[in-house]
Structures are given as C-alpha cells and as structure tokens.
C-alpha cells in the first residue's frame, strides 16, 4: 500500500539530515594527460633516427646482390640456352622500414622469347608488393584482429600505412598457401605408403576429441565487380540458414594433463586441427597430425571424446585400437532436460537427481540408470518423449560410457578441451558481430591461425605466398 507522507514528517526528515550542511558541489575537473617521459621520448627518437639507416643499409645490401649477379647470363629454363639481356627497368617493393628500389636487368630468351629479371627471381620479392617477412607480419596480425583493425595495428606496431584490402590480400596469399600444405598432409599421410615420423616413443595412449560450430557464411557466390565507374551493387541480406560448420579437433597426450587448480585441468602440449564442412577431411587430418607426430605406435590406443554427433563415431572406425567415450557433460545435459520436465526449472530436486545420475555413470552404473529410468512413469507426453528419448541417448551409447573405467585409466571423461580450443580456434575470430565468411576467406585465415595456436607459424618461412588470380 502506498501513502502519502503528511508534510510534517517531510520537514522532520529534512531537519534530520542537516547537521553537517552540505559541502558546495564542485564541478568535475578534466582528468589532466601526464607528460610524456623522457625515455618514451627517446625511444622513439632512436626508432625514428635509425628507421631510414635500416632501408639504408637494406638497399646496400640488395646493391651487393645485384652486383653479384652483374655479367652472369642466365640461361633459358626452357631450352637451356644463354638468354640475352633485354633492358633494365626500374622496381620498387615495400619492406617493414620502407620502400625499396632497384634497378633490375631483365633478360630474354631468343629462340622462346621467355624472360627472367635474375635479381628478383634471387631475392624472392615482387614488384611493387610487399616484402615476404613484412607479409608475414601483417598476416599475424589478420589472424588474431578483423582487417580494420589489423591495419590500424599494422600502424601503431609496425609504423606500416597499409589499407583493410591490402592486409587482406597478403591473407589469402599466404593462407592459401597454409590450405594447400595441410591438404597435402592428409594426402600424405592417408597413403599407407608415406613414412610418419618415428614411433619409437609412442605414447600408450592419445586423446582425439572433435567439436563443432557454425560459421555465418556470405550468400553472394563470387566476390563483388566494380564495372567502371559504377559503385558495387548492393551486398544481398545475409539469410538465416546461411551457416556452415567448422570442426575442431584436438589431439593431447593424457599423461600431460595437469592440474593447475582443483578442479582445474590443463594440458602441457595440444595439437589443434580445424577445418570447414566436411567430416571425411577432419578426421583426414586429424590421422596426419597424429602420423607427423609419431603418436601412434603399434600399442597406442587413440582415445575418442565426442558427443552424440554421429559424424564423429561413423569415422573413429578409422583408427583402429580405439576407446569411444561419450563426453560426460553431454551425456548430464541431455538427463537435464528430463529433470526439468519432471521437477520444474532450476529446482533442487532436479539438481539431486541429475546429481544422483552423475555419481552412479560415474561409477560405471550405465545400465542400472537406464533400468531406473524405465521404471518411471512420466505423466504428461511431453515427458514421456523426453524420457525415451534419454534412454535411447543412454542405451546407444552404453558401449562409450564406462567412466568408471576411463577415469581408472587416466582418459578423462569430458571433451572440455576441444570446446575451449574450438572456441579459441573459432569463436575469437571469427565469430565476432556481423561477420560473414566466403568459404575461401574462411579456410585461409582458419589455416594461418591454426599454425599460430599449434605454435608452428615458423613453418609459413617456408611456404610461398601464392599468386592469386
Ligand atoms: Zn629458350
């Protein structure tokens, strides 16, 4: 009930909260900026000072490569014969400190007229692109930043003035490049001729868990072109259903798992892979990890965490020693929705009989809950469904639901690994607001981030940056 208070009582109140009058209220100050310190200062003052020695002593050096190659003919590729030389031309590329420029001799082939400018083909860098390590960089920065942003680092990091489309060119460069070195390892490594690495020291026992999500795709089919002077026809609205899945695997050692809290597991080594659409192609690389690894010996048992996903248990058949094990927090999220229905949303008695649930599959119980299961008698059809529905879950899945066992021998029970690492892997990047992927942009960057997590981004050194049409 609400009342008016009398006006006395108003006026009592008013005189209570008098003894100390109120201070007079002053008006917020401007929060003052410090003064920039002197090593700052300096800092930057050597950085600025020695940038150009850099390009300097840079473009000696492409000076001294250049007069190396000076009176040496190359020959033709083709028909192997002395090429003449044609020209010179004048070339620029863009290194980390600046612009380079050379005076490049080009030859020519006189019988096949083809050409080839020796100092370039030396230097592996092209006109007016570029540098491979300044590549690189930007690169690093697109796999873990949107392109705007990415170029905006590439400024305040690298002291590099470079467009969102440039970053994202040198993106599906090298990314395609990435794509196409691990699709030739599952080639390799899915031919039983190939040798993996030594096994010599196997391990006895290797988890593989597999996850996946759904990645906002754009439903233009080719990229947009600019006709003229015309502006860029309209993007179409992205539809609901344009998704596609990505699926992360893990591959870890179990005797590695630490805790680092309780409660709180962690793994010392864990190998990432991840890939778009297809369940034939994770699995596929998931077997060349582990082969490029040495991890699976004669006697090493893979261990498969999954949830119900088909996909993931019609390909573990693949591995041959194998232990499939239901992941242990799907199977209590499905004997929630039950417990819901029959006690009522977030009551205790649904939290003791998914408690109860939890500590006798614990305790490898699988088929006496199903035998308790049957026993209910649901009420309303609604639970009925859902209750066949558990027992069906449970019963299919009875054979990968020994936890007693896994536990005893060290497996672990849950595919928490592979959720955070799939989160890490996807979510951080590539499923920020609004983001739509065309399947290439996605697989390029998906590929370059993957050599970054697995700490193998040392590894792009040695990939060329492919030339896109
Ligand atoms: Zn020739």
């Given amino acids: 009930m609400v009342r008016a208070w009398p006006a006395e009582s108003r006026w009592l109140l008013a005189q209570q909260r008098q003894p100390g009058t109120p201070e007079p209220v002053e008006a917020p100050q401007r929060p003052a900026l410090q003064e920039v310190s002197q090593f700052?200062?300096?800092?930057?003052?050597?950085?600025?000072?020695?940038?150009?020695?850099m390009l300097q002593a840079l473009q000696n050096k492409v000076k001294t490569v250049a007069d190396s190659l000076r009176d040496q003919t190359p020959d033709c590729e083709r028909c192997r014969q002395p090429m003449k030389r044609h020209d010179a031309e004048p070339v620029s590329w863009m290194a980390r400190c600046g612009v380079l420029s050379a005076s490049v001799e080009r030859y020519r082939c006189p019988t096949c007229q083809d050409e080839r400018r020796p100092l370039l083909d030396r230097l592996g860098v092209e006109p007016g692109r570029v540098s491979g390590s300044l590549a690189r960089l930007l690169a690093l920065l697109a796999v873990v930043a949107p392109y705007t942003l990415a170029a905006q680092l590439a400024w305040l990091l690298l002291g590099v003035r470079i467009s969102p489309s440039g970053v994202w060119k040198v993106v599906q460069r090298l990314g395609e490049?990435?794509?196409?070195?691990?699709?030739?390892?599952?080639?390799?490594?899915?031919?039983?001729?190939?040798?993996?690495?030594?096994?010599?020291?196997?391990?006895?026992?290797?988890?593989?868990?597999?996850?996946?999500?759904?990645?906002?795709?754009?439903?233009?089919?080719?990229?947009?072109?600019?006709?003229?002077?015309?502006p860029l026809p309209a993007l179409p609205a992205a539809r609901e259903g344009q998704f596609q899945e990505v699926k992360t695997g893990v591959l870890l050692l179990p005797s590695e798992r630490v805790e680092t809290s309780p409660g709180r597991h962690s793994v010392v080594r864990r190998f990432l892979v991840s890939c778009l659409g297809d369940a034939d192609a994770i699995f596929a690389r998931l077997y060349a990890q582990l082969r490029e690894l040495g991890w699976v010996g004669p006697h090493t048992v893979v261990v498969i965490v999954g949830d119900g996903a088909e996909w993931i248990w019609n390909r573990a058949t693949l591995l041959v020693r194998r232990c499939e094990i239901l992941d242990f927090w799907h199977a209590l999220e499905h004997a929630w929705g039950v417990a819901r229905l029959l006690y009522g949303e977030e009551s205790q008695r649904a939290g003791r009989w998914v408690h109860q649930i939890a500590e006798d599959l614990r305790a490898g119980q699988v088929q006496e809950v199903i035998a308790r299961l049957q026993r209910l008698r649901p009420k309303t059809p609604e639970l009925r469904e859902k209750l066949q529905g558990l027992i069906a879950y449970y019963s299919e899945h009875r054979g990968r639901m020994h936890y007693d066992e896994y536990l005893r021998l060290g497996y672990g029970i849950g595919s928490g690994a592979v959720e955070s690492a799939h989160k890490q892997v996807v979510q951080a990047r590539f499923r920020q607001a609004g983001m739509r992927w065309s399947e290439a942009g996605a697989r390029r960057l998906l590929a370059l981030r993957l050599l970054l997590l697995n700490d193998q981004w040392a590894l792009l050194d040695g990939l060329p940056m492919v030339t896109m049409a």
């Fill in 177 to 230: 490049s990435a794509v196409r070195y691990s699709e030739g390892m599952s080639r390799y490594h899915g031919d039983s001729r190939s040798v993996g690495a030594s096994t010599q020291g196997a391990p006895p026992a290797v988890v593989l868990s597999v996850d996946g999500s759904m990645l906002g795709m754009q439903v233009r089919p080719q990229r947009r072109r600019r006709t003229g002077a015309d």
């Fill in 40 to 53: 700052m200062l300096l800092e930057r003052e050597v950085e600025l000072e020695y940038r150009p020695r």
